[in-house]
């Protein structure tokens, strides 16, 4: 029997605002999946939002949501987790969202390690205002802004959060679908602060000016170039080149935010009586 | 076709409000561009990037994360003597809050187009004025346009207004999301020489202390006690004689391009008129159609137009609306605590010169509503109501009918 995915949408908000092919709806249904498989709760779990086509994602699901202002989604997340510890708190957006405007609160939450999962949406464009380059569109690669091909450097989000203290960090892409849900649930139950990049496609403002064909055309992209963190390791440096690694890049065990804090309190009032 | 007429026909575009902003930018020579996309000012930042590309826009286009880095880079370009420009909206404008003040404090003269729209709150994708009335201590210039030629022709002026030695202050160059911004109106451009021209006075001035290798300048420097005092006191003086300054550099404009705009506001059909609407933005426009009819129908109807709303126009204001039977002020924002729209709140602050008269606030446009002909025209109706002595709602919200 075919999934029912309809039990966790919220009632009269479909036709979703995605253009056709767009990978955002994968990411959803991912989502959903990796949801349920972990058994959360919609009254126990929140999903908070910046702003992006990645970030209407929220007013679709049947669960608590907050749709934040650009780039603020990690600081309202860890706002609710403090507030409210036994919730579970999923952070969704664009690699605009969470590495432009956003990136600072995106690289201290990953410093704070803070019990929560961060999906974050890399098409390597902003696609909700109409495709200007974003700090993952790869250079040369052009854009409504840089019409003849972006010369900056790139962000590797994977990287970045690993860099800044993220204790579980993974990669996969909108065509793998199946892993998609596997990756998030593995990262909700991870106590700490985990990242999932999903790397995915804007057939609209980034497919179309960047000589894809068709949506097809930018999956086959997607599933080509993957390597899967297991095989990479057998690969020379040559038949890695061009490509990106997928599955779990890292897990650490670590001390987590809201249980050192609870020490501090627990400190600070023994001091006091 | 004649040489003369094709000539005639290339002076003309057709363009976007956003376009035309972006023309007029490109045409004032900017060293540093610095700007953030977002809806609806993105076209702006499109078409810059564009001009830079193919090699028409030379300057340094730096680029950014966030609207507060776009400010705070522009600023210190102008403080290094560069000219500048930048553009953004709404949650990008309040993004900037902190840096605008450091602009204004540094007397850097920035020149930036803001694009109307809600700020954020409520989720609206919308115009409105909300925004600009949420910097407006911020000690910026801030002017209003109401057409897509109005928008290009202030981008020039706001240069010759910021970096005008008595003024040396930011200007803010405010227009109507969606309305404006969007909408295509053949817009009439002039020839680089007659932008140069116009702007040549600038260099004529001496020159104002930049940052420049060998000399020691300190920038945000701190103010304490007497040093802070002076410093706000000058900054005052300089936004007080900015509407002077406007006047002529509008004046001069006419002069040089054939059109001027009134200066600080314009008075449409205002001479006789025993009512006056005060309006601002592509509202002015509907407006002035109403009136029209209403005059047609020997309604002694006139309107407002406010251009220049940091400083505002308090003397110019004053004379224009004394002597009225009722005044109404059409507000596109609100001014929470005073339980009325902010521009009708600083028209109250005026009445002590203007003299006791019904005063009427039509709060209306919030969000992309539409001020349509209709609910103009019964403003027009409250007002001669009003102003035959009958009772009236000081605070009108129009579109909830009240
Ligand atoms: C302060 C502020 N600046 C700019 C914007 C305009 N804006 C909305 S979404 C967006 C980019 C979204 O890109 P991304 O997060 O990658 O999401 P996508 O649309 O690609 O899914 C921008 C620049 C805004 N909403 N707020
Ligand atoms: S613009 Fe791009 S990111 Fe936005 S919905 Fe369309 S395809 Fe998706
Ligand atoms: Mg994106």
């Not at chain 1, 749709?67 to 969704?92: N, Q, S």
């Not at chain 2, 210190?76 to 930048?86: H, N």
């Amino acid at each position: 029997m075919a999934y029912d995915y309809e039990k966790s949408i919220r009632p009269g908000k479909l036709p979703h605002i995605w253009c056709p092919g767009c990978g955002h709806g994968i990411v959803m249904k991912g989502l959903i999946r990796a949801m349920d498989s972990c058994g959360l709760e919609k009254n126990n779990t929140a999903l908070v939002s910046g702003i992006g086509c990645a970030s209407r994602l929220p007013g679709y699901v049947d669960m608590c949501t907050l749709h934040t202002a650009h780039g603020r989604a990690a600081a309202f997340a860890t706002g609710v987790k403090m507030a409210k510890p036994e919730m579970t708190v999923i952070c969704l957006g664009g690699d605009g969202d969470g590495t432009a405007i956003g990136g600072n609160h995106f690289i201290h939450a990953c410093r704070r390690n803070i019990d929560m999962t961060y999906v974050i949406m890399n098409n390597f464009i902003y696609g909700m205002t109409g495709g200007q380059f974003s700090p993952c569109t790869p250079t040369g690669m052009k854009a409504s802004t840089t019409p003849y091909g972006n010369p900056d450097p790139t962000f590797d989000i994977s990287k970045l959060a690993i860099g800044a203290g993220a204790t579980f960090v993974a990669r996969t892409t909108a065509f793998h679908a199946t892993q998609i849900d596997k990756l998030i649930a593995e990262g909700i139950k991870h106590k700490g602060m985990a990242v999932i990049e999903v790397l995915d496609d804007c057939p609209t403002t980034y497919g179309r000016r960047n000589k894809f064909r068709s949506v097809v055309d930018m999956m086959k992209k997607l599933k080509e170039n993957a390597v899967p963190v297991q095989a990479a390791s057998k690969m020379t440096a040559e038949q890695l080149q061009g490509k990106f690694l997928t599955g779990v890049l890292y897990k650490e065990d670590k001390p987590e935010y809201i249980e050192q804090y609870a020490k501090v309190i627990a400190k600070a009032q023994g001091q006091a009586s | 076709m004649t040489q003369a007429l094709k000539k005639e026909i290339k002076k003309y575009k057709v363009l976007t409000g956003n376009g035309a902003a972006a023309y007029a930018a490109r045409l004032c020579r900017p060293d540093v561009v610095s700007l953030y996309p977002i809806t609806p000012q993105s076209e702006v930042i499109e078409q810059l990037e564009n001009f830079h590309a193919n090699g028409t826009l030379e300057a340094e286009m730096i680029r950014v994360e966030g609207e507060n880095s776009a400010q705070n880079a522009v600023c210190a370009a102008a403080m290094a003597g560069a000219r500048v420009f930048t553009a953004t909206s709404s949650y990008g404008l309040v993004f900037m809050y902190d840096a605008m003040f450091q602009t204004a404090g540094y007397r850097a003269p920035v020149v930036m187009v803001n694009v109307n729209r809600e700020p954020p709150g409520i989720h609206a994708v919308c115009s409105g004025q909300q925004d600009m009335i949420a910097t407006r201590d911020t000690g910026w210039i801030q002017l209003i346009a109401e057409s897509g030629q109005e928008i290009f022709d202030l981008v020039i002026q706001a240069y010759r207004l910021a970096e005008d030695e008595a003024v040396q202050l930011p200007v803010m160059v405010n227009y109507d999301g969606y309305y404006l911004s969007f909408l295509a109106e053949s817009i009439e451009l002039p020839e680089q020489s007659e932008v140069d021209r116009y702007l040549a006075p600038l260099k004529e001035q001496p020159p104002r202390p930049t940052l420049v290798p060998g000399s020691s300048l300190g920038c945000g420097a701190h103010g304490l006690g007497m040093g802070f005092v002076e410093l706000r006191r000058k900054h005052m003086a300089a936004m007080a004689r900015s509407r002077q300054t406007f006047e002529e550099i509008d004046a001069a404009f006419g002069e040089e391009f054939g059109r001027s705009y009134g200066g600080q506001i314009e008075e449409y059909r205002t001479e006789d008129a025993e009512i006056v609407l005060l309006t601002s933005g592509s509202a002015v426009g509907t407006a002035r159609t109403v009136v029209d009819a209403k005059r047609a129908e020997g309604v002694k109807v006139g309107l407002i137009k406010l251009r220049m709303f940091r400083p505002f126009p308090i003397e110019r204001l004053s004379a224009a609306l004394q002597g009225r039977k009722a005044i109404g002020v059409l507000d596109r924002s609100l001014c929470f605590g005073w339980d009325c729209g902010p521009i009708y709140m600083e028209v109250k602050a005026l009445l002590a010169d203007i003299g006791k008269v019904p005063l009427l606030n039509f709060i209306d446009g919030l969000a992309n509503m539409d001020i349509t002909k209709p609910n103009i025209e019964r403003m027009v109706n409250d007002l001669q109501s009003a102003a035959q002595g009958e009772p009236f709602n000081p605070v009108a919200w129009v579109t909830m009918g009240e």
